[in-house]
């Protein structure tokens, strides 16, 4: 998680290969659309299904 804007959470990708991908993935304010790009990228990358979940104002994506 990062502050609203700065594009911290996407270099979490550099480090996909210390985590069990075996589990789902959330991606929290997919209503930026740095965020759902982001999401949307690490779904194919690592070829999962991307469900984005819409709230009241916001919306976060699961991978699963």
């Known amino acids: 998680d990062g502050p609203g804007g700065s594009n ?3 270099n979490i990708s550099k480090y ?4 069990n ?3 789902p993935i ?3 304010d997919t209503h930026r659309q740095s965020e759902l790009s982001f999401a ?3 779904a194919q990358l ?7 979940i819409p709230g009241h104002q916001k919306s ?4 699963r």
């Open 60 to 63: 976060f994506g699961l991978l």
């Open 21 to 23: 991908l075996e589990v």
């Open 8 to 10: 911290y959470r996407n």
């Open 40 to 42: 949307k990228k690490t």
């Open 46 to 52: 690592l070829e999962r299904e991307l469900e984005i």
């Open 26 to 28: 959330i991606f929290d």
């Open 16 to 19: 996909w290969d210390k985590f």
